[in-house]
Each structure stands twice: as C-alpha cells, then as structure tokens.
C-alpha cells in the first residue's frame, strides 16, 4: 500500500517515521485515560449539620473519586428563610486533606445577592510545580467547609445547600481534575444546615409529685395511687423522684412520710424552689410547672 504525500516520491508504510508510531502510541494512551477517567463513579455533596441559634458551624464540602486529583471545583446554590439566618460566612479547606498537604490556590466567592458559592482549588499552582496531588481515600472526604454563624435571633429552619453547574461568570462547573483533565462530576446530592431551639428546661420542685407547687400529704397519696393502683402518672417524673436516688418507687413516699413525721431529711434540690434536675438518671420531666 502507498500514499501520495505532496508532489514527492510515493512512500509505502514501512518507509513511516518511528516518530509517527510513538505519536499514534501516545495518542492511544491518551484516549484510553480519557475514557478511563469518563468512565469512574465521582460524587460530590453537601453534609448534613445541626446547630442552634448563636453556633458557630462548618458544613462539609464532600467528595469522592479513584486515583489523585489536581484540583476541583465546585458551584452551588443556599436557601433558607428571610432574614436569612447565617452571617460571616466564608470557604477554607483548612482541616481537610486538602488543607493539610497545603493547596497552593485556593478562591472562593459567596453572592449573597444571588445566594450562590463558587469556589475553585488547585494542589500545584506554584513553582517549582512538583505534581502535588490529592489522593483518594475510597470513601466520601472533606475536601471544603462553608463556615459561618448562626444569628442569635434565627427561628427554628433549615438552610438548603444545593450542588449545581453555571453559577458565576464566567460560569463555575462541578469538576475534579486529573493530571490536566477536567472531568464532571457525575453524581451531585444536597445537604442543609438544620437550626434547632435549644431545649426549654422544665421546672419542678422534687416531692411535688401531684404538680401543685406543694410538697405535702397529698403528694405521698398520690405517689402510692399511681404506684400500688395503677393511678395516674405524675407528668413529671423527676418530681416523684423525692429522694434524688434515679428511681420513683415507694422508697420516694416512705421518704417524704419521714420527712413530714419523723425529722428525716427533706427532699433534695430543687427544693423548695421550682428548679431544673441536674443529675443524671433516666427520668424525664414531660411538663413542668
């Protein structure tokens, strides 16, 4: 077989360069990664955090892939209730892997007018441009954290975090590079920031077990009822607990019976005063005073 190249003499192909075969080897190679990067599962996410009003919070930028990356970046969208309840907030990668083996380029920018997050990080940005490289872990890592503070004054909400392409301009995509190759990420999931008002702690005074602000006969009469004839429950617990010992059995009614007729000791704190329960045991307090 022959092939005219110009106006020259006809070549046939044993006459080809060695170069051209090393091109053609090369360019196999090439392709062959190519289609092995396409071809990896990658993901990329937002976790999920609970925090209550005053917090200050780190919510994960989550990845995972297979071999060593260049670099990433990554675009996405926040939501929640007006006003909206995160302020100062910001994009490091301290405390990542990432952050630890030093990238050498990292930029991020929050739009609050837009509520979008685009940020790009590169390992080797730098001379002497030695290859440094972030290696997969073989599970989801950190490679980001959205921090920021929950105002004081938040309401009980949930602020959505929602990985997307296009957000900035020019237009930030969700990537992973390797070597020179950006690749997509192919599977993308949200997470959100949940804001929870913190507990209100309900006030007893122990012995109080019938929940009238007195500690007398009565309660001793109802802490039997409920505890030989299947009366009503005291709607908290605690209070029934007169001796502080983690249980509400008869030992709490022969103590206040002591107490009223005998100069035993009387119940512990809180006593006399509506307080809160402070030590630990497995009774609750479902309704206070």
């Not at 080809?16 to 190519?34: C, E, N, T």
């Not at 959505?160 to 192919?186: C, E, H, K, R, W």
């Not at 702690?201 to 077990?209: A, C, K, S, T």
Request: charged share 15%; with cysteine; proline share 9%.
């Amino acid at each position: 077989m022959t092939s005219q190249i110009g106006s020259g003499t006809p070549r046939t192909e044993s006459d080809k360069s060695p170069y051209f075969f090393r091109f053609i080897s090369l360019l196999a190679v090439i392709l062959l990664s190519g289609s092995s990067l396409m071809g990896q599962s990658t993901t990329l996410g937002i976790g999920d955090v609970t925090a209550q009003p005053g917090d200050p919070v780190s919510i994960p930028v989550l990845a995972d892939w297979n071999g060593q990356i260049a670099g990433f970046s990554f675009s996405l969208e926040f939501s929640g209730p007006t006003p909206f309840p995160l302020s100062a907030m910001t994009i490091d990668v301290e405390g990542t892997l990432a952050g630890a083996i030093e990238a050498e380029y990292v930029q991020a920018q929050i739009d609050l007018s837009t509520s979008t997050i685009i940020c790009g990080v590169l390992f080797d940005a730098l001379p002497p441009f030695n290859g440094q490289t972030l290696p997969s872990l073989g599970y989801p890592q950190e490679v980001a954290f959205i921090h920021g503070t929950v105002l004081p004054t938040a309401v009980e909400s949930t602020v959505q975090f929602n990985p997307q392409d296009g957000f900035g301009s020019p237009p930030i995509n969700n990537m992973l590079v390797f070597g020179t190759t950006s690749v997509a990420v192919d599977t993308l999931y949200p997470g959100s920031l949940l804001i929870e008002l913190p507990p209100v702690p309900q006030l007893f005074i122990r012995g109080d077990v019938n929940m009238d602000s007195v500690v007398d006969l009565a309660d001793v009469i109802f802490h039997l009822d409920y505890t030989f004839l299947s009366g009503p429950l005291p709607s908290c617990m605690d209070a029934g607990d007169a001796n502080d010992d983690g249980v509400s059995d008869v030992s709490d009614a022969i103590f206040l019976l002591y107490w009223f007729f005998l100069d035993g000791p009387g119940p512990w704190v809180p006593f006399p005063n509506p307080g809160e329960d402070f030590t630990n045991d497995s009774l609750d307090c479902a309704q206070g005073l």
